[in-house]
Structures are given as structure tokens and as C-alpha cells.
């Protein structure tokens, strides 16, 4: 194989990697609990907090949102990482940590 063309496969890879990475990070990822809905970008960036708790908030009620947001976010997050590397994980464990 020639120079040439392990550059152009290179090149083709990069860019497949890029339009891939640019997909994920303009989707948006919803993370539930059962109070809270979250929707965060592909670079885990919080775009909407919706509370569906309805009624007064009181002091137990609020560590209980409080939870409730947490667990929202971080079932977000899990959705974006499983897209990073259902998308991503074609090119291999040396792509570790870019994204």
C-alpha cells in the first residue's frame, strides 16, 4: 500500500469521524426520573429542565426533586455516551477520550 492512499483513507476516516461527532453533539438526548425530564445536547449540555411534580414543595419533597433532577441528568449523559460509542466505536479504542 502506498502513501497515497493510506493518507486518502486517513482523510475519508477523519471526516467520517467529524459528520458523526457533529450528529451526536446536534441531537438531543432526554434523561427521565419521575418527576423530572432533562434534554441535553451530544455535548452534555443541559438545553431543557421540565418538572412534572405538581403540588406544594415541601423540605422532603425537595430532596426528593433535588434526586429526581440528578437522576434526569445522569440518565441523559448514559444516552449521549451509548450514542458516542454505538456512532464512534467502529474506529476503535484509540479514539479513547477525544470525545
Request: hydrophobic share 35%; proline share 1%.
Given at each position: 500500500?502506498?502513501?497515497?492512499?493510506?493518507?486518502?483513507?486517513?482523510?475519508?476516516?477523519?471526516?467520517?469521524?467529524?459528520?458523526?461527532?457533529?450528529?451526536?453533539?446536534?441531537?438531543?438526548?432526554?434523561?427521565?426520573?419521575?418527576?423530572?425530564?432533562?434534554?441535553?445536547?451530544?455535548?452534555k449540555e443541559i438545553e431543557k429542565v421540565n418538572i412534572t411534580f405538581e403540588g406544594?414543595?415541601?423540605?422532603?419533597?425537595?430532596?426528593?426533586?433535588?434526586?429526581?433532577?440528578?437522576?434526569?441528568?445522569?440518565?441523559?449523559?448514559?444516552?449521549?455516551?451509548?450514542?458516542?460509542?454505538?456512532?464512534?466505536?467502529?474506529?476503535?479504542s484509540s479514539l479513547n477520550g477525544l470525545f
Amino acid at each position: 500500500m502506498n502513501i497515497q492512499n493510506l493518507m486518502a483513507q486517513a482523510q475519508k476516516m477523519q471526516k467520517e469521524i467529524t459528520k458523526k461527532k457533529e450528529e451526536i453533539d446536534n441531537s438531543i438526548f432526554e434523561g427521565n426520573s419521575e418527576w423530572v425530564n432533562v434534554e441535553m445536547n451530544g455535548k452534555k449540555e443541559i438545553e431543557k429542565v421540565n418538572i412534572t411534580f405538581e403540588g406544594t414543595i415541601e423540605p422532603d419533597d425537595k430532596e426528593m426533586l433535588e434526586d429526581m433532577i440528578k437522576i434526569a441528568i445522569n440518565d441523559a449523559v448514559k444516552k449521549i455516551d451509548q450514542e458516542v460509542e454505538n456512532k464512534m466505536g467502529a474506529y476503535g479504542s484509540s479514539l479513547n477520550g477525544l470525545f
